[in-house]
T-cell receptor, first 115, second 115 residues
Framework: AQKVTQAQTEISVVEKEDVTLDCVYETRDTTYYLFWYKQPPSGELVFLIRRNSFDEQNEISGRYSWNFQKSTSSFNFTITASQVVDSAVYFCALSLNTGGFKTIFGAGTRLFVKA | ETGVTQTPRHLVMGMTNKKSLKCEQHLGHNAMYWYKQSAKKPLELMFVYSLEERVENNSVPSRFSPECPNSSHLFLHLHTLQPEDSALYLC??????????????FGEGSRLTVL
């Protein structure tokens, strides 16, 4: 069975702190895709990044970075020098190459960044 | 125009009403989705439409009825709903290639309250 676990329900930090959001996934498939989405208070989930299972290279985009480790089945997301605008719910998700249309979402981590 | 547009943004209805949620995507994608987001629950995939097929979650009650007249428009018809159906209903689209869904692009959601 496939599963995505985001153990952190809520995280609260002060502006300019670094924060890491954890994501652990389970699948027996060898080809799969991992995603992070951000859901600000306005409601829509915004796509942040997609990685495929064959590409373990870490990625950095501005203040965002992602650490993909197949050995621990983790795909963690770090925000450097957090800002109030980063306050949102962040979802990690998994889809399989043979999974049809199904994307499995984690429960989400609510991040509060205080000024 | 934003990529995925949902109307109405907010809807209050009685249990005997009939209403519809509308979604339109301007991204040229070949698949559209309805997700349900309830408090403290994971995102739940309700229905998927693509050029090839319609896929539904068998646990979705028949009081929810989807309609997809073309690849850019998706409706969710609601009738005789229950208070527990109150939730945020999110529409999404993606470009499905091969076996994978691809990243999802979401609308801002329709917040439904059933009295």
């Amino acid at each position: 069975a496939q599963k995505v676990t985001q153990a952190q329900t809520e995280i609260s930090v002060v502006e300019k702190e670094d924060v890491t959001l954890d994501c652990v996934y389970e699948t027996r498939d060898t080809t799969y895709y991992l995603f992070w989405y951000k859901q600000p208070p306005s409601g829509e989930l915004v796509f942040l990044i997609r990685r495929n299972s064959f590409d373990e290279q870490n990625e950095i985009s501005g203040r965002y970075s992602w650490n993909f480790q197949k050995s621990t089945s983790s795909f963690n997301f770090t925000i450097t020098a957090s800002q109030v605008v980063d306050s949102a719910v962040y979802f990690c998700a998994l889809s399989l190459n043979t999974g049809g249309f199904k994307t499995i979402f984690g429960a989400g981590t609510r991040l509060f960044v205080k000024a | 125009e934003t990529g995925v547009t949902q109307t109405p943004r907010h809807l209050v209805m009685g249990m005997t009403n009939k209403k519809s949620l509308k979604c339109e995507q301007h991204l040229g994608h070949n698949a559209m989705y309805w997700y349900k987001q309830s408090a403290k629950k994971p995102l739940e995939l309700m229905f998927v439409y693509s050029l090839e097929e319609r896929v539904e979650n068998n646990s979705v009650p028949s009081r929810f009825s989807p309609e997809c007249p073309n690849s850019s428009h998706l409706f969710l018809h609601l009738h005789t709903l229950q208070p527990e159906d109150s939730a945020l209903y999110l529409c999404a689209s993606s470009q499905k290639t091969g076996g994978n869904t691809g990243e999802l692009f979401f609308g801002e959601g329709s917040r439904l309250t059933v009295l």
